[in-house]
C-alpha cells in the first residue's frame, strides 16, 4: 500500500527563519495532498493541499510544490513565527484508495525566539 | 465553533473491558473516520463511514468496531480493550471522498492499564 514518508522528523530554528519539509510517497496512483498541522494538545487542522496535476501552490507564508515524477513534495515555510511551532503532517490519497488519506509519520517544528 | 467533537476527552480503561468513544460532527458531511495517533507515527485508519448505518474498515480495524446511527455521530467500540489500544484517537469528518480535506476533533486521550 501506499507509504508516506517524513523529513525531517524534527527541526529548531529562530523566528523568522524558512523551514522546508519534505514529503516522499509511494504509489503513483496517488493525486490528493492535503497537508496539516496540529499545535501541542489540539487537533489536526488543514493548512494547504495541492492535487496532482499542479506543481505549486502558496498561500500566505507557505508553498507546497510537487513533483509528480519524483513523487517527492516540499512544503516550504517563510519568516517563522513561534505559533508555527508544530507537527506538520503529509498526506496522500489515491485515485482507487477508497475514501481515505494516508499520513505520514510528521514533522515536528520548533520555533523560537 | 467547533465542528468535530469529542467525547470523551480523556479516559481509563482496564484490560479486557468495553470503551466506546463518540465523535459528533455539525458540518453536514456524508464521511466521518476514526484514526489513532501513536508517538512517533502519524495517522492510521481503524474505520470510516460515508453514509448512516454502514462502516467500512480502514488500515487497522482489528480490535475495533464502529458505528454510525445517523450522518452526525460516529462511535468506534472497543469490546475487549488491550495495552496495545493505548493512544490518542481522532475522529474526523468531510465533505467528500478522498479529494477533500478532513475537519478533526480535538482527540480523546486513551490509557488502558
Known amino acids: 500500500g501506499e507509504q508516506v514518508e517524513q523529513l525531517p522528523s524534527s527541526l529548531i530554528v529562530q523566528e523568522g527563519a524558512s523551514v522546508l519539509i519534505n514529503c516522499s510517497y509511494t504509489?503513483?496512483?496517488?493525486?490528493?495532498f492535503p497537508w496539516y498541522k496540529q499545535e501541542p494538545g489540539k487537533r489536526l487542522q488543514f493548512i494547504i493541499d495541492?492535487?496532482?496535476?499542479?506543481e505549486r501552490k502558496q498561500t500566505q507564508r507557505l508553498t507546497l510544490l510537487f513533483d509528480k515524477k519524483t513523487k517527492h513534495l516540499s512544503l516550504h515555510i517563510t519568516a517563522t513565527q513561534p505559533g508555527d511551532s508544530a507537527i506538520y503532517f503529509c498526506?496522500?490519497?489515491?485515485?482507487?484508495?477508497?475514501?481515505?488519506?494516508?499520513f505520514g509519520t510528521g514533522t515536528k517544528l520548533q520555533v523560537v525566539p | 465553533e467547533a465542528a468535530v467533537t469529542q467525547s470523551p476527552r480523556s479516559k481509563v480503561a482496564v484490560t479486557g473491558g468495553k470503551v466506546t468513544l463518540s465523535c459528533h460532527q455539525t458540518n453536514n458531511h456524508d464521511y466521518m473516520y476514526w484514526y489513532r495517533q501513536d508517538t512517533g507515527h502519524g495517522l492510521r485508519l481503524i474505520h470510516y463511514s460515508y453514509v448512516a448505518d454502514s462502516t467500512e474498515k480502514g488500515d487497522i480495524p482489528d480490535g475495533y468496531k464502529a458505528s454510525r446511527p445517523s450522518q452526525e455521530n460516529f462511535s468506534l467500540i472497543l469490546e475487549l480493550a488491550s495495552l496495545s489500544q493505548t493512544a490518542v484517537y481522532f475522529c474526523a469528518s468531510s465533505d467528500g471522498d478522498w479529494v477533500y480535506e478532513q475537519y478533526f476533533g480535538p482527540g480523546t486521550r486513551l490509557t488502558v492499564l
Open positions: 498526506s496522500a490519497s489515491m485515485r482507487w484508495s477508497g475514501t481515505y488519506q494516508r
Open positions: 504509489d503513483s496512483a496517488s493525486v490528493y
Open positions: 495541492i492535487r496532482s496535476n499542479m
